[in-house]
């Protein structure tokens, strides 16, 4: 067809071939609006041509990518929900064409297909895709709290059954071709220089029939009854895992159960109203929101180095305790077989236990095999001394929390390692400043503070301070991008952004409780918010020790508005140190798990006083949204969004809610502002002093995201 | 051959594994790691690139079906470049010392400047092995395309044909002789009249010298320790073999294996069947001088000799001579000996020939060497404490030995040890510390 830039089309000896990602020099591929409108013209084109054609080839002449789904940008275009809904009428109008072609069908897969893309060659008559690593299937929209408005949520069910549609558009998953080719979703998987030969013959090919075994498969979901029991327990699941927050799940099990009974335009008409409905959802524009803020942190935008990054290869652990041994795990992990020095065999052996445990659950889950797991366990190399300190990129500390002992081994270690090699720290109370000034080449050396457990907690701090090197930082944020974390960059300062955030999150908590507030209602408040736990549960969890140290450290360093109560000096007095000494505010099982709560701290307490959930909620919060403020104007961090990202991945701050900042924009900053001002006349002058900096905001009516 | 002038070959360091008898400690550690992480011990104590590795030699001997060139799996696994030659070598218990001689070669002649060699062995997963039957029944069962044929095929089973095969047990056989190790053993006990307390009193010395070793803290020279466990987050740091409890009383109770009513040689004055792996960096002058290394030790010469398989124990004293030979030196040069304990009665033998001449004579050679000293031969115990692992014996008596000589700030030290089939094979180093 003349003039197309984004499908190459092209028919030979009578089969037409669709090919995406034509001229397309980024990574991936997107269906954007200009591919759409020439993917309308082509389909017209191939309906018009009739019985010349004898098939249709849908591939991607961009290898690797096949179609990495909708451009979220049109999504953002889409203001009203009519306007949403009309725009996946015409997506599927533009596939119900693809399917209604007379001739054979074909979808060549090599690289992503996923969302709108999957709906497409959801629409041809056979699926078949490469085995490359790069090639995976799925309908992710449930997790930018949309739906696949596409046909999506019609076709997939009809293809591969409703309870793996319904498993695979709920959770949003993606699928790898060997498990593509089990689910039925595709037809055949080769190598992919092979594909396009064996798409002819996949032309030629009538579809193949059902088996007995799918047959009875189908016999067993396809009536009413068990439809309707598959349909309650999708629900029941599905709110035990959003609470309820997420809305997404639920319309998408409205709209599958609800059009299971009708033809296609009946079902399309739900699914994109559904879409419509969605699209315009606050939850949705959140999630979208945080999509971009995930996006943006793929790239470094920390300081440039004039020269050039290293490339950290080979990893070292100092010190192997339940950090170290994490810090060690996620180096094996990602290749780099790391040294892990500690004193002696016991210390040793802690953090051989700790990486163990995280590859024995990888094991477990069949995510590796028994010779990875051997592999991967071994590439481990404990050490007493500093043997093979000479080879190795990064090094990254995670002793005692103690400055003396730390600069001490810092100097030590300089003895043993390359100019270029990278030092971090993995402080989480200390100023990297301070220790900086133990190194003779004080460049190399930032904070890179990660949350326990390393394999579960996503954000990494990254702390700079004025004598690091751009070069240490900027190699630190590849390094962290590539072991699949979250990087966020922090200047120095007292609690780095997280717990410095968290600080009053935990301190207020504590007045709250002095106040009379059960440890009940204060933890559901923050339940009801969206936080993964309540406060009192998060200290047992930090221990309540630790807590009670970071918080002194915080007062001192930040003055009266970070000042603490004394009830968790209390517990400590009673040895309630939280989980690891099964007893804090809560009571734990032998596994660690909790049992409810522990009396002697509820009787300990003054009698209840009832506050209104909503009331505790902005106790909580508010000085939190003050404290972001504070580093702000401080200039810790580069732009709110990186608050958001951090409380995120950080705390598990509700990602319905965009992040910290991004509710406090919503609710409006003056409102905000002046909620704060009203507690500091009412409950705490100190702890309530409103930020100058959100006081300038109010004034200048301007938002945390216009900074 | 004489006109080519060879170059020194330095052994830059050796370490080894912690020995275990097969079955405990080490019996699921996959068999490649059991010497990678030596490997990569070995680059990560000095400033080498991991590419500039000419080759990898590793003797092995139980050959496991999944890993038909294992040495190149210990080079991948270490973390060597894919580039790095590397292969396997056999020569039975001589095994880890092929493989040192081979690099020793390559090294002399200038065919190569840096090399791995050592050996592995575990004992623990030498496999149990179909029988000629059963395996015949496969291979026509494969072949039979029809259902009737296929139960044809099955119909001839009977079920003997499952007892199968123990390699271990065939391996310690020997095929032209018909003999069992510990058989060879009881031929030297009889032909040179070597007694059951001669055998227990030189087994229990083993144990006590290798309990010494230990808690003196000796052995943590030469050993790395290793990740052990079924979640592979233990660390085993020392050989388990050596009991101090160990008494020649208690040695004497124990009944003889391999002659039931007449014979002298025990389970307890033999060697244990092992699991364990050793290794040594090797480098020309010209390595030694780019990279910067200080080298422990300088290997002079080895030495390989054959004599009948039934009397293979006495192989030591043949590779003695002929390495003496090379070396141009005498017994007495030598500050400390290493022979590896198969047997009691067979190192009891070796001492035998090499200070009776008409022993010697026997053995073909046409001097008695002299005696070794006791406190410089195997000062801190040897195999029947601290265990066998055939593929890695060779290069293992090797380590200790370089590190004795280390310790005693002496010059000259001699390993060797018997091979089953009939040989025997020796080494000399030079301590240049």
């Known amino acids: 067809m003349v003039g197309n830039t984004r499908i190459k089309y092209e028919t030979k000896e009578q089969i037409a071939y669709i090919g995406f990602g034509y001229n397309n020099d980024k990574a991936q591929t997107v269906l954007d609006q200009e591919t759409l409108l020439e993917l309308a013209d082509i389909v017209k084109d191939v309906h018009a041509k009739g019985r010349e054609l004898k098939g249709l080839i849908l591939h991607s002449v961009k290898p690797g990518c096949f179609l990495a789904g909708a451009d979220i940008k049109l999504i953002e275009t889409m203001q009203t929900e009519s306007e949403a809904a009309s725009g996946a009428e015409k997506g599927q109008l533009l596939y ?40 995976l299937l799925g309908l992710p929209e449930v997790k930018l709290g949309i739906l696949p408005g596409f046909g999506g949520t019609y076709r997939l069910p009809r293809r591969i059954g409703l309870p793996k549609a319904l498993d695979a558009i709920l959770t949003g998953k993606m699928i790898k071709p060997k498990s593509a080719y089990k689910l039925h979703l595709v037809d055949a998987v080769y190598p992919k220089e092979r594909l396009m030969a064996q798409a002819l013959n996949h032309l030629k090919k ?64 739900l699914e994109a109203q559904a879409f419509g409905e969605l699209c315009v959802s606050d939850t949705s524009r959140n999630l979208r929101h945080l999509f971009f803020l995930m996006e943006g942190a793929k790239k470094y935008n920390g300081p440039k180095s004039t020269h050039p990054v290293p490339d950290l290869k080979r990893g070292a652990a100092l010190g192997a305790g339940t950090m170290g041994g994490g810090i060690a795990w996620l180096m094996a992990d990602n290749g780099m077989a790391p040294l892990m020095k500690d004193l002696n065999k016991d210390a040793l052996e802690l953090g ?88 003779e080449h004080p460049e190399r050396f930032a904070g890179l503070h990660f949350f326990n457990p390393v394999h579960m907690m996503p954000l990494v701090e990254i702390v700079t301070h004025p004598k690091a090197d751009p070069a240490t930082i900027e190699a630190l944020y590849n390094w962290v991008i590539k072991v699949k974390k979250t990087p966020v960059i922090v200047k120095d300062g007292p609690g780095f952004l997280v717990n410095r955030i968290l600080m009053p999150y935990l301190n207020e908590a504590g007045f709250l409780l002095e106040e009379g507030v059960s ?11 969206g936080m993964p736990m309540g406060p009192c549960r998060l200290l047992d969890e930090i221990g309540i020790d630790v807590a009670v140290k970071v918080a002194k450290i915080m007062h001192d360093a930040l003055g009266e508005r970070a000042k603490s109560n004394t009830s968790s000096k209390k517990l400590i007095e009673n040895q309630f140190f939280g989980k690891k000494s099964k007893k804090g505010f809560y009571l734990y099982d032998e596994n660690e798990k909790e049992i409810g709560l522990n009396e002697a701290v509820v009787s300990a307490l003054p009698k209840s006083k009832k506050m209104d959930e909503i009331d505790i909620q902005m106790r909580v919060f508010l000085p939190m949204i003050n404290e972001a403020a504070y580093i702000l104007s401080d200039g810790l961090v580069l732009r709110p969004s990186d608050v958001d990202l951090a409380l995120i991945f950080g705390i598990g701050f509700p990602p319905f809610r965009g992040g910290l900042l991004r509710y406090a924009d919503s609710e409006g900053i003056d409102r905000i502002y002046r909620a704060i001002e009203s507690f500091s006349k009412s409950v705490d002058a100190d702890r309530y002093a409103p930020s100058p900096f959100l006081k300038k905001m109010v004034d200048e009516k301007k938002k945390f995201y216009d900074l | 051959m004489s006109a080519m002038k060879l170059r020194d070959v330095y052994l830059v360091m050796g370490k080894r594994s912690p020995q275990a008898k097969a079955g405990t400690d080490l019996k699921n550690v996959g068999v490649p790691y059991l010497a990678s992480y030596l490997v990569r011990h070995l680059m990560d104590s000095f400033n080498i690139p991991s590419d500039v590795i000419d080759e990898v030699v590793m003797g092995n001997v139980g050959a496991p079906a999944k890993y038909p060139n294992i040495g190149r799996v210990v080079a991948l696994e270490a973390g060597l470049d894919k580039k790095t030659s590397a292969y396997t070598v056999h020569r039975n218990c001589a095994s ?21 060699a050592g050996g592995l062995e575990s004992m623990s997963q030498m496999p149990l092995i179909y029988n000629k039957e059963m395996t015949d029944l496969f291979i026509h069962l494969m072949k039979a395309k029809s259902l009737p044929e296929k139960l044809k095929a099955l119909s001839v089973f009977r079920p003997p044909f499952l007892s199968p095969i123990v390699a271990i047990e065939q391996g310690l056989t020997d095929p032209f002789c018909n003999l069992n190790m510990g058989q060879t053993a009881e031929i030297l006990a009889r032909e040179m009249n070597i007694t059951r307390e001669e055998q227990d009193n030189f087994a229990n010395q083993s144990h006590l010298k290798a309990i010494r070793a230990q808690s003196e803290g000796k052995m943590k020279e030469e050993i790395v320790p290793i990740a052990v466990g079924s979640k592979l987050d233990k660390l085993l740091e020392i050989d388990t073999g050596p009991r101090a409890n160990s008494t020649v009383e208690g040695l004497g109770k124990m009944k003889p294996y391999f002659e039931r009513v007449t014979g002298t040689v025990t389970v307890g004055n033999s060697c244990p069947i092992t699991d364990g792996a050793s290794a040594f960096l090797m480098a020309s002058e010209d390595a030694v001088k780019k990279y910067n290394l200080k080298p422990m030790a300088k290997m002079t010469d080895f030495h390989f000799a054959g004599l009948e398989p039934e009397r293979m124990g006495m192989g030591p004293l043949l590779a003695i001579d002929g390495v003496l030979r090379r070396a141009g030196k005498e017994l007495r040069d030598m500050d400390v000996v290493e022979i590896n304990e198969a047997f009691a009665a067979q190192v009891l033998g070796v001492l035998r020939g090499l200070k009776d001449k008409e022993v010697a004579k026997r053995f073909g050679l046409d001097k008695a060497w002299g005696e070794i000293p006791e406190g410089n031969l195997n000062p801190n115990g040897g195999g029947i404490a601290l265990g066998h692992p055939v593929g890695s014996s060779g290069s293992r008596i090797v380590v200790t030995l370089a590190h004795e000589l280390k310790r005693r700030k002496a010059r000259f030290g001699l390993a060797t040890l018997c091979i089953g089939g009939g040989q025997g094979g020796a080494v000399v180093i030079e301590n240049i510390q």
């Open chain 1, 519 to 529: 440890i009940k209602d204060l933890d559901n408040a923050c339940l009801n918010f």
């Open chain 1, 352 to 439: 051989m236990k700790q990486s163990a445990r995280n590859f024995y659950g990888a094991l477990k889950r069949r995510k590796i095999t028994q010779d990875e797991f051997e592999r991967k366990q071994r590439s481990i190399v404990p050490v007493t001394d500093f043997t093979g300190f000479q080879n190795v990129d990064l090094i990254i500390e995670a002793i005692v929390e103690n400055l003396e002992i730390k600069q001490k081994v810092y100097r030590e270690l300089e003895k043993y390692i390359r100019p270029d090699c990278i030092v971090a720290s993995n402080t989480s109370s200390l100023r990297v400043t301070q220790m900086a000034e133990a190194f």
């Open chain 1, 206 to 269: 009538s579809p193949k029939g059902k088996s007995l075994k799918e047959t009875l498969e189908s016999f067993a979901t396809e009536n009413f009854v068990t439809r309707k029991i598959i349909f309650q327990k999708a629900r029941e699941s599905v709110l035990k895992k959003t609470k309820g927050f997420y809305a997404s799940p639920l319309k998408i099990l409205d709209v599958m159960e609800a059009g299971m009974g009708k033809g296609r335009s009946g079902y399309l008409a």
């Open chain 1, 96 to 135: 119900n064409g693809i399917e209604d072609l007379a001739i054979p069908t074909v979808a060549v897969v090599d690289g992503p297909c996923l969302g709108g893309g999957l709906e497409m060659v959801l629409a041809c008559k056979a699926i078949i895709c490469s085995d490359s690593s790069k090639t």
């Open chain 2, 96 to 116: 880890g010392m092929e493989a040192m001689s081979q690099a020793f070669v390559k090294i002399a002649c200038g065919r190569a400047d840096l090399m791995i």
